[in-house]
């Protein structure tokens, strides 16, 4: 999927949350132990939070910063595919923790890439705001993470 407008990388980032929420649910019907399903649950909903949260913050940014285009193509910025994240058939809190923040990665980098190639400075405080709040959402899962392993 190529993007050149704002809208465009909104939508693509939305649709990231939308599938890792989907490939949660997917690998919770496979985990074996119960912490590992409670875990992927949470992480579902989670995706599906911050998804609805990306809608949110869409709403509110005008028409023109969402119309606006890049000083380059998107072609070369991709966020990972799912699908290439390796998942062991034994996995447990740790590999869904390991993906969390693989993925929470991703998405750091994509909001710094497109805030790097915004012509205006509208829509680099778009992505600066999304990569701030992508940053605290890793932070606060990181500190979940420890209580989760401290139990």
């Known amino acids: 999927m190529a993007f050149d407008q704002t809208k465009d990388a909104l939508e693509h ?3 990231f949350h939308q599938k890792l929420s ?3 649910t997917d ?3 496979s985990a074996d132990k119960e912490r590992t399903r409670a875990m992927l649950n949470y992480m579902s909903q989670h995706e599906d939070y911050l998804a609805d949260r990306l809608s949110q913050y869409e709403e509110q940014v005008s028409k023109n910063i969402l119309d606006s285009y890049f000083k380059y193509g998107s072609e070369s ?3 990972t595919p799912i699908s290439d994240f390796e ?3 034994e996995m447990d809190v740790d590999d869904v923790i390991a993906a969390a923040m693989h993925f929470d990665a991703c998405l750091i980098e994509f909001y710094r890439e497109m805030m ?3 012509l205006s400075e509208k829509v680099h ?3 600066e705001n999304l990569l701030d709040m992508e940053q605290h959402e890793k932070i606060e ?3 979940q993470f420890l209580g989760l392993r401290s139990l």
Do not use: D, N
């Open 27 to 29: 690998l919770k019907e």
């Open 125 to 127: 405080e778009v992505f």
């Open 77 to 79: 910025i991709k966020l």
């Open 13 to 15: 980032a939305r649709t």
């Open 141 to 143: 899962l990181s500190k």
């Open 22 to 24: 989907a490939f949660y």
């Open 116 to 118: 790097q190639r915004s």
């Open 87 to 89: 998942i062991k058939p």
